[in-house]
């Protein structure tokens, strides 16, 4: 298995750009999204994706929240407990983040990538309601590395988990929300989980 530290894939600066936008809109550390996409790529490994799919996972992850920000909503800056109202609203991101892709210029397959990384193994997700393998491995694999950056990161409505304690949570709810068989890979990615906690650590402390 390939550690994430062998290999760090290069990435559009465009997209990198893109991404620290919003990454600063959704109070996250500079770097946040690039973490994440150095993470799926590693996971496009292990599961033998060819180059050009990696590629495309890696631009998904650099842009799979661009909706929320273009939806520009004060609830997703303050960091407080949504309403109901506000949740159904926000749950309108990731088809809004779809289309900005495709405004974008980037490939159908980011498109969906985007539109289905809220999706749960369950079926309890959105926007769709997809369940285990109707959606795609791309997506799953990032739903995995999106929830665990962002467990392990400072966030205005709590403060970062342990690395000990996101690994915790993936494990509870594998099966669930997760494919039980990408944490099982996830978990197997050492290198990449401790350069994640490490360096969200860091941001938090400089």
Known sequence: MQSILAEKPKFDEK???????????????????????????????VFNFEP???????????????????????????GSV?????RLDLER??????????KM???RGVQLIVRWHHEWW???GYPDGLEGEQI??????????DTYSA???????????????????????????????VVKAFLALPAAVETVAEVETYARSS
């Open 122 to 124: 369950n079926g309890s």
């Open 15 to 45: 997209l990198i750009s893109l991404s620290r936008e919003a990454d600063l809109f959704e109070g996250y550390s500079a770097g946040h999204s690039v973490r994440i996409a150095e993470i799926v790529d590693s996971l496009g490994l």
């Open 136 to 145: 795609p491995l791309a997506a799953r694999i990032l739903r995995v590395a």
């Open 82 to 86: 949504l309403s109901p109202e506000e």
């Open 105 to 107: 210029g980037l490939s």
């Open 52 to 78: 050009h799919d990696r590629l495309l996972l890696q631009q998904a992850a650099l842009v799979r929240n661009v909706g929320e920000m273009q939806m520009n909503r004060d609830y997703i800056r303050s």
């Open 93 to 102: 991101h990731p088809v809004i983040g779809e289309q900005a892709a495709a």
């Open 151 to 181: 467990l392990v990161a400072d966030r205005p409505f709590r403060g970062a988990l342990t690395d000990e304690n996101a690994r915790k949570y993936l494990i509870e709810w594998a099966a669930i929300e997760f494919d039980p068989t």
